[in-house]
């Protein structure tokens, strides 16, 4: 919803601060409206018992924003765990494809597109493991992952064993990246602890806070190595982990994955956010070999140097100053870390001076993603929070086991400003978090997984500060989606630089589209990119409020795309 | 000080044990507690508090146990008080008008021996106005603070505070408050804390960081150099690199990381910090060091974390196991948290008096804080039930020599 719609808006039952407009107030005003349930979103996410007392039940699940039929609208795939029944681990409802067949709103089709389950799932991630135009799947699950390659229309066949993708892992978040440039994406997916139903830790029996019986952390459980595999020209994928190094790190507890070139040295990085220990910073080796620099470089801990309980992580410019920055969300009573980029590779901690410390303090986060919530052309910061604890309450007074999620806007000089909590929609034990113009209006919604819970799909109804132009990639002799590439927009005297990507936040992929707020400016007036074959080409300008489709090597000759129709592929 | 009631006709029926005490109580009325207590604990050991009318024994226990707190004996003096309420004792102690003076000796001698828990089910007992006097709102303050009971915590601590001049008062809610995230509160009644007391070095370095995490970090640097005058600690030179740190003064914060690693060299934060500012100051190599040492001490202090946090589990389900009390105490001591192995060393001695190791432990821990009078009496008392114990009597030795010179 625009300006414009602002009476209409106000009639409609936000989830929202306020209703005034932008122009009577200094602050902006970000209304989100949860559209789930009309749009059809209602599977329930079950992840094990109520009293959650294994740490496996409270890790969540994930969710994607993607197009799985190739019709030009995003659909929506929310991935599924299941319940617990004694030492018993049973299949829940499964997992749920739902295709956007008209304007927000869906259909379930997830039997028809290959999709049902019975496996405990936890993270997502999306990507064209084959660059044939459709978009492949990857379910990552406890001892047991699964890629789905589409055949096309969203039609899916399950290719796990063939691609060489099995495991009998804990495996979390994964994330898609073409780490040697090949032209093809290969997967890092991490993986978080040893854990055996029949024989849980502290002798079976859970741990007790406060008087209070809760799950056991993770330091109860041995660590289950992160794993990297490399995509062998799209027929399947070896492991690639003792080769490329990532075997040599010391036990940690991966939750959250991000990929990005953080030393703008054009070969794309792994951050890993691990819970209690130090987190990873994959440096990549020039595509042959990864060294994990977070320590040295000033992105491993916190500021005095202690181990947090990372859980999702961002990778992205969040204060405008073109170096690429870490955002990691922690653990109740520990704040959100921010890594500020130097711009030389190296990291300081700056939650504190960024304004991210005291408001995340209370709040266990999860999924995060820097967007432009309201197209004034700076990235802000969604976070999705939830306690892992049914029982936190009991614990500690001031922690809740259902928490709202949490905006935090740009001030535009690197300082962010927390807005309303109950901004969005209500709380619950969020976990998964995706983001993408769901509604193709020119602002970026938000989908959110909760535990034992439907979806949230917060639709972006606040008031515009400005233009936008929105970027898809489509490579050529690089990867089919241009993963990896780097784009930098100049709008208005401003240049702001994203890297495409469908990873970052916790268990979740989001659309890879690039959404550019423009702010006053009504035409990106340049636009470089930097493509992962090496390929360098400059565009614009563009004429802001529209989607772009650039081709590598078409010499810079963007193809403007009209919003799309539900059922028509392109 | 408190007033003892004058003991009377009521201990004639036993002579010679109703004389010691009479003795004692007389002791204790004068000011002499050492007195009281060295005749009423052998008293006590040689089981001649039997000797007494039945009706006479809980105020004899009682009047040991007020002895034994005020000569820092909180082991006896928790024990002695325990026995003074048994079945009908607090009954008896009421009608003699000591009933409320036990129950708060026995909750202050309770968190001496750091046991939160068995202070506040004390203090349930005591009565509104024993528990609402000031000293009582400190008792039930402090044992709901270390009980983790944070809500009944903050509003006991906030009576205190307002009822009072006491500048833990304000030290403690400032502690609460700064665990909340609350940072601009706690630092305001850390503030408050240093005018009531200006000598409290916890409420200086509490204030410090407070400043420092409001980004205040000049004003966080005028206070620790003013600790620091009066004292250079670890932690205090480690704070202060922290401000200039802040202050993006890198080559006086790596110096003060330096000095501070002087006083305790497995500082993690401080080699940690202390990378930090080589690195800002462009010194690759130098930063690379100091950070594979802070790696190397990291990995094993979350390895003894993770232990640490496993045996806590295994004491929480089976509270009087000795034996995991101990280890865990020898745990905490390798990391430094003296708190913590105090805390678990008294629950071993507690749950096994007779324990070699876990006396011998306490007495260690004790030396470490620098209680060389507490540490004492542990070896002592461990020599007393194992004269031949070598090592508690060379290190009992070594203590004297150390920090008893000149004294008799």
């Known amino acids: ?490 709008a208005g005297g401003t240049t702001q630089v994203r890297d495409v990507t469908r990873g970052g936040s916790y268990l979740s992929a989001s659309d890879a589209r690039l959404h550019f707020g423009l702010g006053r400016a009504r035409a990106a007036d340049a636009v470089r990119i930097r493509w992962p074959s090496g390929l360098e080409e400059k565009l614009g300008p563009l004429e802001a409020g529209r989607r772009y489709h650039i081709v590598e090597g078409m010499g810079g000759a963007p193809t403007p795309e009209a919003a799309p129709t539900p059922g028509q592929p392109r | 000080m408190f007033v003892l009631p004058v003991l009377g006709a009521a201990l004639l029926g036993a002579l010679g044990a109703a004389d010691a005490i009479a003795r004692a109580a007389q002791a204790m009325e004068d000011g002499d507690a050492r007195s009281a207590y060295d005749v009423l604990r052998p008293l006590a050991e040689s089981t001649r508090f039997g000797d007494l009318e039945a009706r006479d024994r809980p105020r004899a226990w009682c009047l040991l146990g007020l002895a034994a707190e005020a000569v820092q004996d909180p082991e006896t003096a928790a024990a002695a008080h325990e026995k003074a309420l048994e079945e009908n004792g607090a009954e008896l102690l009421e009608a003699q008008g000591l009933r409320a003076a036990c129950l708060l000796s026995l909750a202050r001698s309770a968190l001496d021996v750091k046991d939160a828990d068995l202070a506040r089910r004390t203090l349930e007992r005591a009565g509104a106005e024993a528990r609402s006097s000031r000293e009582g709102l400190r008792v039930v303050a402090l044992a709901a603070f270390f009980a983790g009971d944070l809500p009944s915590a903050k509003e006991v601590l906030e009576k205190w505070r307002s009822s009072s001049n006491d500048s833990e008062a304000s030290y403690y809610l400032g502690v609460l408050h700064f665990d909340r995230g609350d940072r601009a509160k706690a630092l305001e ?67 003060s990381f330096r000095r501070s690693l002087e006083l305790k060299p497995r500082y993690a934060e401080a080699l940690y910090s202390l990378g930090d500012a080589l690195r800002r100051l462009g010194r690759a190599d130098a930063s690379r060091a100091a950070l594979m040492e802070f790696e190397k001490v990291h990995r094993e202090e979350q390895e003894r974390l993770r232990k640490a946090d496993r045996l806590s589990q295994k004491l929480l389900r089976s509270p009087g196991d000795a034996a995991t009390a101990e280890e865990l105490a020898r745990l905490d001591l390798e990391g430094d948290d003296l708190d913590g192995a105090e805390k678990n060393a008294w629950r071993a001695v507690r749950s096994s008096p007779s324990s070699e190791g876990g006396r011998l432990l306490l007495a260690r821990i004790l030396v470490r804080a620098g209680r060389y009078s507490a540490a004492a009496l542990q070896y002592q008392r461990l020599l007393a039930a194992h004269p031949t114990h070598a090592e508690a009597r060379s290190e009992l030795e070594d203590l004297i020599r150390k920090h008893a010179r000149g004294r008799k």
Request: proline letters at 3%; charged letters at 25%.
């Open chain 1, 1 to 490: 919803m625009k300006a414009s719609n602002f009476a209409a808006g106000c009639l409609a039952s936000l989830a929202a601060l306020s209703c005034s407009p932008r122009e009577n107030s200094r602050e902006p005003r970000l209304q989100f409206e949860d559209i789930a349930p009309q749009a059809g979103l209602d599977r329930v996410a079950r992840s094990g018992s109520a009293t959650k007392l294994w740490i496996l039940e409270n890790i969540g699940t994930g969710c994607a924003l993607f197009d799985a039929d190739g019709d030009g609208r995003l659909d929506v795939f929310l991935a599924n765990a299941g319940v617990v029944s004694g030492s018993e681990l049973l299949p829940g409802p499964g997992p749920a494809l739902y295709l956007q067949v008209a304007d927000k709103r869906f259909a379930d089709r997830t039997e028809a597109a290959g999709l049902k389950s019975d496996a405990w799932q936890t993270g997502v991630a999306v990507g064209d493991v084959d660059n044939d135009g459709d978009l492949d799947l990857f379910v990552a699950g406890y001892r047991r992952n699964a890629l789905y390659r589409n055949r096309g229309g969203g039609v899916f066949d399950e290719a796990t064993q063939a691609a060489g993708l099995q495991s009998d892992r804990f495996a979390t978040s994964a994330v898609f990246l073409d780490y040697d440039r090949d032209g093809f994406i290969d997967l890092y997916s991490a993986n978080y602890v040893r854990f055996d139903p029949r024989r849980p830790p502290n002798d079976g029996k859970p741990c007790i806070q406060s008087g209070v019986e809760v799950a056991c952390g993770p330091g109860h459980c041995d660590p289950e190595p992160d794993r990297l595999y490399h995509n062998e020209r799209g027929e399947k994928f070896t492991d690639a982990s003792d080769a490329a190094g990532i075997s040599s790190a010391e036990g940690s507890y991966g939750l959250g994955t991000a990929a990005g070139d953080i030393d703008d040295d054009g070969w794309p990085d792994v951050y890993v956010a691990n819970d209690t220990t130090a987190n990873f910073l994959w440096r990549n080796l020039q595509g042959a070999r990864f060294e994990d620099v977070a320590l040295y470089r000033g992105a491993a801990l916190s500021d005095s140097g202690q181990g947090q309980a990372g859980m999702g992580t961002e990778i992205a410019d969040a204060d405008g100053d073109g170096a690429m920055d870490i955002f990691v969300t922690n653990y109740s009573e520990e704040n959100n870390a921010f890594y500020r980029g130097l711009g030389n590779g190296t990291f300081e901690e700056a939650s504190r001076s960024a304004g991210l410390a005291d408001a995340s303090f209370l709040m266990l986060g999860w999924g995060a993603k820097c967007i432009d919530l309201d197209n004034d052309a700076d990235l802000d910061i969604v976070v999705a929070n939830g306690h892992v604890w049914p029982q936190a309450g009991q614990v500690n007074k001031a922690l809740t086991y259902e928490e709202y999620c949490s905006v935090y806007l740009n001030t535009g000089s690197g300082r962010f400003v927390e807005q309303g909590s109950s901004m969005f929609a209500v709380r619950k034990s969020y976990r998964g978090l995706a983001v993408g113009d769901v509604d193709a209006d020119g602002d970026v919604d938000i989908l959110l997984t909760a535990l034992d819970s439907p979806p949230c799909l917060l639709e972006n109804r606040g008031v515009s500060l400005g233009h936008w132009i929105s970027l898809r990639l489509e490579g050529t002799k690089s990867n089919r989606e241009g993963i990896g590439a780097r784009v930098w927009v100049t």
């Open chain 2, 189 to 255: 009644l850390f503030d408050e804390a240093l005018r009531r007391d200006p000598s409290s070095y916890y409420a200086k370095i509490y204030s410090a960081r407070a400043a420092l995490e409001l980004d205040r970090a000049a004003d966080a640097l005028r206070s620790v150099d003013a600790l620091l005058a009066a004292t250079p600690t670890a932690e205090s030179h480690y704070l202060r690199g922290k401000c200039l740190l802040r202050l993006a003064r890198w080559e006086e914060a790596a110096g």
